[in-house]
């Protein structure tokens, strides 16, 4: 299976939402750095209303299942090659082809060497 569309999909969903969701809210930030680092903070409150709320909401919780199902996609098309015909035959491909690749460089290496020392 490929993740590539829904992987694409899920990306373009969660930002257009948390770009909803920060550009129509009103809020503060801190962020206060120390030493230990366990002492360090970081505070959000932001406040998104209407329509925007809605929007920005759906979209991100969209793009976290669309994000869900590219990893599954992902996963699965890593074992499913491995059973089928279709993954048999590009295995056996990519087998035949480097097996010819190698006679082809032993080939052009005896040529090699037969032009570097010619026979009387």
């Given at each position: 299976m490929?993740?590539?569309g829904p992987l694409i999909l899920a990306v373009?969903?969660?930002v257009a939402g948390l770009t909803i969701i920060f550009?129509?809210?009103?809020?503060?930030?801190a962020f206060n750095a120390a030493?230990?680092?366990s002492?360090?903070?970081?505070?959000m409150s932001i406040s998104t209303t209407g329509p925007a709320a809605?929007?920005?909401l759906g979209l991100t919780a969209l793009g976290l299942l669309l994000?869900?199902?590219a990893l599954l996609c992902a996963i699965v098309g890593q074992?499913?090659?491995?059973g089928t015909e279709r993954g048999r035959a590009d295995r056996m491909d990519r087998r035949e082809q480097k097996r010819l690749d190698r006679e082809e460089r032993v080939l052009e290496r005896e040529d090699r060497l037969r032009a570097s020392f010619p026979r009387n």
């Open positions: 490929k993740s590539d373009l969903s969660l550009v129509y809210g009103v809020g503060t930030a030493y230990p680092v002492a360090a903070s970081l505070q809605i929007g920005g994000m869900i199902w074992f499913v090659s491995f």
